[in-house]
């Protein structure tokens, strides 16, 4: 059975080119999974903020779409209440298990997994989302947990049902055209097996911790000019301290690249300068403070280059750096162009793909647009190669410093993977005494900003990265 589900596997790649992940602008990505028997057809959102499937059980004000648990023959529940809390929003489910698969990769066997039926919410569900619930790509130490449950993630039972790890990769296109601001993209497991049609070098980071996607973050600016023949600046000691200071991931559930306030009002003014120096008429508020600016027509940004140098896998003292163009910072929240009576009616609106985030830093689906990034989790590295969609890339490096990476920005973690795991139960133990419920998940709220343009219905961007599991570990 294993044998022949390897076999089946190994030719996924062979269509795995159409685009299986869709989304509305500054929503993320989610592909559609067919759940239950019979099957259900639902939209989750691929999050690699999160590792637990957590699905909507009943409608909503904002959808009427959801997985009707009473129309599964195969669910079990196991009664237990499941519940998250966020900063501001949460919801209260079950956990239950069923089986789930993804109609666009028939080749990958459906498993029966655990997830999160979502009873009640409040502040989760954004109105206007395709999506009824998440995907969670993480690790277990960052998945819901209870004394005597552990809600097992989906790659975890599939890594089960194949008896071997499967990986997974994420090629993020964003929009296609001008014309409307839906982005795509491509999202495929593999198990090593497969050729990768790609033949661009790959660029792999450490994962420090497998808990989040952590990685080492050494440092993100803004360039002048694109040249291949200059000397990177070293790596700044100070500045790879503080991105890495709480933690460092790649977060698919988030839109924005988050950085800590420093570095946030550093690169922000860098591009605020630049287009000052160009004669390009944008507002403050834009820069820092998140508002829509929008044009009559779709804009060919005369930007710097951002820079994000990561730590290698292959060495400690070297580093590469992801080439992030001005269509990747630039978000494209919103285009229209409509004939109707009066006229031709069109406006092209945009975002800024940096937020600041206190101490922590995320890089969002913006940061991943443009490449095919391959997540190996269980070898523990997320290889980086330019791909031929979505904004232009580029990737440079290796770069070798003299001394080792890790100790000078301190990423080196004191605690290994198992004691986490331990801290993290403990840490569900303590909760549930409090909160009085069998299993705990925390996930952060979404930064549902407010939209600054009337005219645009659906909230703007989110970030679904569980950074409360921390802070409340650290207590
Ligand atoms: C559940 O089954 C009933 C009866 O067949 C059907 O009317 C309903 O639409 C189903 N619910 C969902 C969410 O598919
Ligand atoms: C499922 O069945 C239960 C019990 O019959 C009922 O209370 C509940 O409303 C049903 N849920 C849905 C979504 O139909
Ligand atoms: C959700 O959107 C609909 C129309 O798209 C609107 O009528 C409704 O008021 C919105 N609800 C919220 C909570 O924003
Ligand atoms: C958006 O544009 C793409 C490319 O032109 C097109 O394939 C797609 O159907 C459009 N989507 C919507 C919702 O109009
Ligand atoms: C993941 O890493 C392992 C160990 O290095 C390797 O055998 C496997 O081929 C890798 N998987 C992919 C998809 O590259
Ligand atoms: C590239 O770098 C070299 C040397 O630093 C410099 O002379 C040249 O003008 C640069 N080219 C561009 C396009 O910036
Ligand atoms: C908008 O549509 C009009 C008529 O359909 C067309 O002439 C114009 O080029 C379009 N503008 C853009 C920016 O695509
Ligand atoms: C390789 O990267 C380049 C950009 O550097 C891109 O144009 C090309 O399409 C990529 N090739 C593939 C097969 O993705």
Same mark, same amino acid.
């Given at each position: ?48 903020? /999160? ?8 409608? @909503? ?31 209260? &489910? ?6 789930? !698969?993804?109609?666009? +990769? ?25 999506? #009824? ?35 997974? !990769? ?33 660029? @792999? ?8 996607? =952590? ?6 600016? %803004? ?28 977060? /698919?559930?988030?839109?924005?690249? @988050? ?8 690169? %922000? ?10 004669? +390009? ?15 009559? =027509? ?54 800024? &793909?940096? =937020? ?20 190996? @989790? ?39 993977? $198992? ?6 139960? #403990? ?6 005494? %409090? ?24 909230? $703007? ?12 570990? /650290?207590?």
């Amino acid at each position: 059975m294993a044998k022949l589900l390897i076999i089946f596997l190994y030719c996924i790649c062979a269509n795995g080119e159409q685009f299986n992940l869709q989304g509305d602008a500054g929503l993320a990505y989610s592909v559609e999974v067919i759940m239950g028997h019979p099957h259900q057809k639902i939209n989750l959102l691929i999050d690699t903020g /999160s590792t637990t499937l957590a699905v909507a059980s009943y409608s @909503r004000q904002d959808s009427d779409k959801y997985f009707d648990a009473n129309n599964s023959s195969s669910i079990y529940d196991s009664g237990k209440k499941v519940q998250a809390t966020y900063f501001e929003g949460k919801w209260i &489910g079950r956990l239950v298990s069923d089986y789930i !698969q993804l109609p666009s +990769m028939p080749l990958v066997p459906e498993v029966r997994t655990d997830m999160a039926l979502i009873m009640e919410s409040h502040n989760f569900f954004m109105n206007g989302s395709q999506w #009824q619930g998440l995907l969670g790509l993480a690790y277990l130490p960052v998945g819901a947990r209870g004394a005597d449950v552990i809600v097992e993630s989906w790659l975890d039972s599939l890594d089960r049902t194949l008896t071997r790890p499967v990986s997974f !990769q994420l090629k993020l296109c964003a929009t296609l055209s001008t014309q409307n601001a839906t982005h795509y993209g491509n999202f495929q497991i593999l198990d090593g097996k497969q050729k990768n049609e790609n033949l661009n070098k790959s660029y @792999r980071t450490t994962i420090i911790q497998k808990r989040w996607y =952590e990685v080492g973050v050494l440092s993100v600016r %803004v360039m002048r000019h694109v040249n291949k023949s200059s000397n990177p600046p070293d790596i700044d000691e100070h500045m790879c301290q503080t991105l890495n200071k709480i933690k460092a991931i790649v977060d /698919s559930g988030t839109t924005n690249i @988050r950085l800590p306030n420093c570095y946030f009002r550093q690169i %922000v003014d860098d591009l605020r300068s630049a287009a000052q120096t160009s004669n +390009m008429l944008i507002t403050d508020d834009f820069w820092y403070a998140g508002e829509t600016g929008c044009w009559p =027509e779709p804009q060919d940004w005369s930007l710097p280059w951002v820079a994000v140098d990561l730590l290698s896998y292959e060495a400690d003292n070297q580093y590469f750096t992801l080439m992030l163009s001005p269509q990747n910072y630039m978000r494209v929240v919103a285009a229209q162009n409509s004939s109707g009576e009066s006229g031709t009616v069109s406006e092209y609106c945009y975002k800024l &793909g940096f =937020e600041k985030g206190g101490d922590e830093t995320v890089l969002g689906y913006t940061a991943m647009e443009g490449f095919q990034v391959l997540f190996n @989790r269980s070898a523990g590295w997320i290889g980086w190669q330019t791909s031929d969609c979505g904004p232009n890339t580029k990737i440079m490096g290796p770069f070798v410093v003299s001394s080792s990476l890790k100790s000078k920005c301190k990423l080196i973690k004191s605690a290994p993977d $198992s004691t986490i795991s331990i801290k993290a139960a #403990q840490w569900a133990l303590t909760a549930i005494s %409090v909160i009085a419920a069998s299993i705990l998940l925390y996930l952060l709220y979404p930064c549902l900003k407010t939209l600054l343009t009337r005219r645009l219905r659906s909230p $703007s961007q989110i970030s679904m990265s569980q950074a409360a599991l921390v802070e409340q570990e /650290s207590t």
